[in-house]
Antibody, heavy 119, light 109 residues
Framework: EVHLVESGGGLVKPGGSLRLSCVASGFNFSSYSINWVRQAPGKGLEWVSCISSSGSYIYYGDSVKGRFTISRDNAKNSLYLQMNSLRAEDTAVYFC????????????WGQGTVVTVSS | DIQMTQSPSSLSASLGDRVTITCQTNQEIRIFLNWYQQKPGEAPKLLIYEGFNLETGVSSRFSGGGSGTHFTLTISNLRPEDVGTYYCQRYDNLPPKYTFGQGTKLEIK
């Protein structure tokens, strides 16, 4: 059975940093591109970043470019999101979601981890 | 920049009804949209990919269509479990990015 489990969320002050993780099981992690998608309280979905299966291609949404860094460790079936210079508007549930290739639909999602940026 | 507008923002319909959700772009796009369902408190779930392809395990009451600038998600024979918010999504190559529609909240009358 496919599983994506996010962790690392929490309460952080503006300007602070946080590192999210997403651990995969039940499928060949190294064959899929993986994305981060976030949802602010009561709002819609916003794509944050994606990384290709090998890690060779990385893309970011405009709102996080230069502040967030996506990475993966295929040996550990794990995806990461290093979030720096956090702002109140980064408060959201962060989901990881897989796609067969960059550009494809997201065919499986984790349950999300909550990030709150507040003083 | 291609703008995408999803409508309506909310929708109330009766059991057994057929409903249609639309995503429109301000320029013709040579790709097809994906559609997701998100139930309250849950992660989104893929329903339709590349315009009209039904994801494995999804009810055939869901169907996708359209091309160019106008794309649709249709739900037939509305059931209580269809309550939730629906999103369209597209991918652009230049620059590489995904964009979601604003969402449509579906309720049962």
């Amino acid at each position: 059975e496919v599983h994506l489990v996010e962790s690392g969320g929490g309460l952080v002050k503006p300007g602070g940093s946080l590192r999210l993780s997403c651990v995969a099981s039940g499928f060949n992690f190294s064959s899929y591109s993986i994305n981060w998608v976030r949802q602010a309280p009561g709002k819609g979905l916003e794509w944050v970043s994606c990384i290709s299966s090998s890690g060779s291609y990385i893309y970011y949404g405009d709102s996080v470019k230069g502040r967030f860094t996506i990475s993966r460790d295929n040996a550990k079936n794990s995806l990461y999101l290093q979030m720096n210079s956090l702002r109140a508007e980064d408060t959201a549930v962060y989901f990881c979601a897989r796609a067969p290739h960059v550009g494809d639909a997201f065919d499986f999602w984790g349950q999300g981890t909550v990030v709150t940026v507040s003083s | 920049d291609i703008q995408m507008t999803q409508s309506p923002s909310s929708l109330s319909a009766s059991l057994g009804d057929r409903v249609t959700i639309t995503c429109q772009t301000n320029q013709e796009i040579r790709i097809f949209l994906n559609w997701y369902q998100q139930k309250p408190g849950e992660a989104p779930k893929l329903l339709i990919y590349e315009g009209f392809n039904l994801e494995t395990g999804v009810s055939s009451r869901f169907s996708g269509g359209g091309s160019g600038t106008h794309f649709t998600l249709t739900i037939s024979n509305l059931r209580p479990e269809d309550v939730g918010t629906y999103y369209c999504q597209r991918y652009d190559n230049l620059p590489p990015k995904y964009t979601f529609g604003q969402g449509t909240k579906l309720e049962i009358k």
